[in-house]
């Protein structure tokens, strides 16, 4: 009997069907950079998947394949069916960068209404959806202001706000806040659990915390560089919803140990030959 209190009883993975599929997929670059080697993964729908690896193991151009921005080099990606950037509603993928990359002379309304603008709809259609975007990252009251009157964290919501306005289904996360305090971090986290949840979306979040990664995923790829490459796919146990009483728990401080010598584990895995 499923927990009907919650949007992803078993942590993300309980419908079972496939969202992304990624098989043997490789990214080299003109300059001979294996960016990516041999990556296969199936995500399902519903499910919180954490990218986690060092600088340069890939997890950034990982997601970009999925997303369409950059093409694979071999191998397929599909996403709902279509192969990767020709799903034919470019609204189903939302994406936030390290950087909230906010247009500085324009208001957070304007910021957030422009991937609509951009599809053609006006301010007056688009209003409504503008202001629920704002509501559920808390910012409802600063549709006036200019990005430079927000905080950093504030104007990391805005730019989820901007992703989540077209309501996509999959959030492809790349490190968005790794440049932030650790409070604001921590408050940010557990509202993308929120939206996750309330949403009902599948999140892929890149980080190289363990620790962000063991709070909020569900299941945490672990990469390793030279060539870009999985070394570790893990499932976690622990159940949602997760707050900063799971952080004082032994099962965070075990899965935590776990994913961690993961990680360190991927030093081993260093391929010389590439
Ligand atoms: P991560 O996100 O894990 O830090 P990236 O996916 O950004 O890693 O990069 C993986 C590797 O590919 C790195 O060695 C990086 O220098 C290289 N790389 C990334 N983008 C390009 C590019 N456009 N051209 C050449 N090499 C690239």
């Known amino acids: 009997m499923p927990d009907q209190s919650h949007g992803h009883p078993d942590g993300g993975r309980a419908g079972q069907t496939a969202l992304i599929e990624m098989i043997d997929v490789d990214k080299e670059f003109a300059n001979g950079t294996v960016a990516v080697r041999d990556m296969s993964l199936v995500i399902n729908k519903g499910e919180f ?16 394949m999925i997303s369409g921005l950059l093409s ?65 990252v808390g910012l409802a009251k600063f549709a006036k202001s200019y990005p430079r009157q927000l905080s950093g964290g504030m104007r990391m919501r805005v730019s989820i706000a901007r992703a989540m306005v077209t309501k996509p289904k999959l959030l492809l996360m790349d490190e968005p806040f790794a440049a932030l305090d650790e409070m604001t971090r921590a408050k940010l986290n557990d509202d993308v659990l929120q939206l996750w949840e309330s949403q009902g ?57 776990l994913v961690s010598n993961a990680l360190e584990g991927t030093m081993d895995h260093v391929d010389l030959n590439h």
């Open 49 to 64: 998947v954490s990218f986690l690896g060092p600088s340069g193991c890939g997890k950034s151009t990982a997601l970009k």
């Open 72 to 136: 694979v080099s071999n191998g397929s990606i599909t996403v709902n069916g279509h192969l990767a950037g020709q799903s034919p509603d470019a609204s189903d993928i939302g994406y936030v960068f390290q950087e909230a990359n906010l247009l500085p002379w324009a208001t957070v309304f304007e910021n957030v209404y422009l991937p609509l603008k951009l599809r053609g709809l006006s301010r007056k259609e688009a209003s409504a959806r503008v202001e629920e975007a704002l509501a559920m």
């Open 201 to 257: 979306l599948t999140v892929i979040f890149v980080t190289h915390s363990v620790f962000e990664s063991v709070y909020l995923s569900s299941r945490v790829v672990v990469m390793a560089a030279r060539p870009g490459r999985v070394v570790h796919d893990i499932a976690l146990g622990d159940g949602y919803p997760r707050n900063a009483a799971y952080r004082m728990t032994a099962a965070y401080t075990e899965s935590c140990r």
